[in-house]
Nanobody
């Protein structure tokens, strides 16, 4: 089992940047595909970005492509989400998730472990 703790959320203005971090403890971090998801009030949790176990490839939702960057540091057991040019519609609770499989997935149902989430609020 792996424990995940997100940090870095906050209140920002449209056009600003934030970097979220997710620290993992427990099992070998490099064995996990890592993903970021978000959930806005009244909406389902949706895929944002994912990264392969070795960081060699990344995947993004169309809504964040070109603005968000996912990365990981396996030596520090941490995955990051750099969010640039934030928009009001990016407001949500952001969750990191881990999947102990080789294949990357964009489905929340395929992830085994979840953090508690960190709130990101973007004002206009």
């Amino acid at each position: 089992q792996v424990q995940l703790v997100e940090s870095g959320g906050g209140l920002v203005q449209a056009g600003d940047s934030l970097r979220l971090s997710c620290a993992a403890a427990g099992r070998t971090f490099s064995n996990y595909v890592m993903g970021w998801f978000r959930q806005a009030p009244g909406k389902e949790r949706e895929f944002v970005a994912a990264i392969k176990r070795d960081g060699s490839d990344t995947y993004y939702a169309d809504s964040v492509k070109g603005r968000f960057t996912i990365s990981r540091d396996n030596a520090k057991n941490t995955v990051f989400l750099l969010m640039n040019d934030l928009k009001v519609e990016d407001t949500a609770v952001y969750y990191c998730a881990g999947r102990q499989r080789l294949r990357v997935s964009i489905s929340r149902n395929d992830y085994d472990y979840w953090g508690q989430g960190t709130q990101v609020t973007v004002s206009s």
